[in-house]
């Protein structure tokens, strides 16, 4: 080997081991965005998940935990990699929080099990931190809570104004969020199985569709949530629901929230949409569902590339069983729908990063049935179609970072080269 070679071949192992080094040094293990991509120790990273709320409620009595676990075991073996469930349940039966700043400290030794358990699994987590609904407490029992500290409130939409609610619930982000888990010895915004934090599950604000109610809370909190953890992704739990701009791509309602201008919110990392056309065009036909769930999903891939200029996750989407004429067939071409508009983005680089299913069970938890419920080992046939979009997308994210790598390896050589020529010029 002559010199040059030599002097070429030393230049190209430096650059390897440079190279490696780099992406050892990126590795905590915490998702971070750019662009309208996710990226984790460096490479792209897709996501195939799926909703279970229900969670922290089995966690918290020690004879159904072992549901937990299967349910976390049952996902990973279909190639499931994000799932999405509650960090809250305010005031009700097993509370999380008895009331305002107080806490059970068994039920979030329930929770410290499910951040575990789905570490153990290599199962990330999206927690959403209050509900917009009654269940498990939502906006009404912060409302009442102010209400029985001498706060006069008219509505369950002061949750979003009134500036005692918003202290209360900006004191359980932080419970939430400072939180160190007792199994792990990690605080929650320190953990990299933490996906991401969600502002609220579906906020809406109907007395004023405006918009600007809603606009002026995301903007609030999640600057909030930003101050106290500056690792972890942010949501807002939006449906995807247009404001004035793009009502015409809503069913035929509003909610108060307007997609392009919640999320260009400056805080929050990246979009969701939610998808039920089963319930917002109830009574219409099987054909017409279907078409509006691919205009839906196509006008928020195309803002989401062109406007919101982040990534969008369809964190929400399901087929009921209890639908007029339902089979799984239909189920399974409904989920067919969603995830062929996913992969098509995603393998063209688009702003789709994945999308999660409402809702998995484990087997034995008929009482959690919605209709919407699957139990992989119990519905093989979507099990199959579930799992073969996680390796579709597992695919995605293996072309895309064999991509990267080579365009950082030649940065990272066109660098090495650069100097070995000053440093022979300088010789």
């Known amino acids: 080997m002559g010199g040059a070679q030599r002097m070429s071949f030393v230049a190209l192992v430096s650059c390897l081991v440079f190279f490696v080094s780099c992406q050892q040094a990126a590795g905590n293990g915490f998702v971070t965005t750019k662009g309208t ?3 984790v120790n460096g490479n792209p990273l897709y996501v195939n998940g799926f909703n279970s709320y229900w969670l922290l409620t089995l966690a918290s009595d020690p004879s159904q935990r072992n549901r937990v676990t299967s349910v976390f075991e049952e996902a990973s073996g279909h190639g499931l990699n994000l799932a999405r469930t509650w960090a809250f349940n305010d005031g009700q039966y097993k509370a999380l929080q008895v009331s305002p700043g107080v806490y059970d400290e068994q039920v979030f030794q329930a929770l410290d099990f499910v951040v575990s358990e789905a570490k153990n699994h290599n199962i990330r987590l999206i927690f959403s931190l209050a509900n917009n609904y009654v269940n498990f407490g939502g906006k009404a029992q912060y409302v009442n809570w102010a209400r029985n500290a001498g706060q006069s409130l008219s509505s369950e939409d002061d949750f979003f104004t009134n500036p005692t609610v918003k202290g209360y619930y900006k004191n359980h982000v932080k419970a939430v969020l400072t939180r160190v888990n007792t199994i792990t010895g990690v605080a929650y915004k320190d953990e990299p199985t933490i996906f991401a934090w969600e502002l609220m599950n579906e906020p809406r604000c109907q007395s004023d569709t405006s918009g600007r109610t809603i606009q002026a809370w995301i903007e609030e909190m999640a600057a909030h949530v930003k101050s106290i953890d500056g690792n972890h992704l942010l949501e807002a739990g939006l449906e995807g629901f247009y404001g004035d701009f793009k009502k015409q791509v809503n069913p035929s309602f509003s909610v108060g929230t307007d997609f392009i201008a919640n999320n260009r919110i400056k805080d929050l990392d ?3 949409v939610h998808s039920y056309p089963d319930i917002w065009l109830q009574g219409s036909d099987e054909g017409t569902q279907l078409s509006f769930l691919e205009s839906w999903i196509e006008n928020h891939l195309d803002d989401a590339n062109k406007i919101v200029k982040k990534p969008v996750l369809f964190a929400e989407f399901g087929k009921s069983s209890k639908d007029p004429g339902y089979s799984e067939w239909q189920r399974n071409n409904f989920f067919d729908t969603m995830y062929k508009h996913i992969y098509a983005s995603a393998s063209r680089g688009g702003a789709s990063a ?14 959690f049935g919605d209709g919407y419920e699957i139990v992989l080992s119990e519905n093989p046939s979507t099990a199959a179609v579930i799992a073969a979009q996680s390796h579709k997308l597992n695919m995605v994210t293996h072309m895309f970072t064999k991509i990267y790598d080579l365009e950082k390896l030649k940065r990272v050589y066109a660098h090495r080269r650069t100097r070995w020529h000053k440093d022979s010029n300088r010789g």
């Not at 994945?354 to 009482?367: D, E, H, I, S």
Request: charged share 0%.
């Open 37 to 39: 991509h996710f990226f």
């Open 270 to 272: 990246f979009a969701t």
């Open 354 to 367: 994945g999308g999660m299913f409402w809702q998995l069970l484990a087997p034995g938890m008929n009482q």
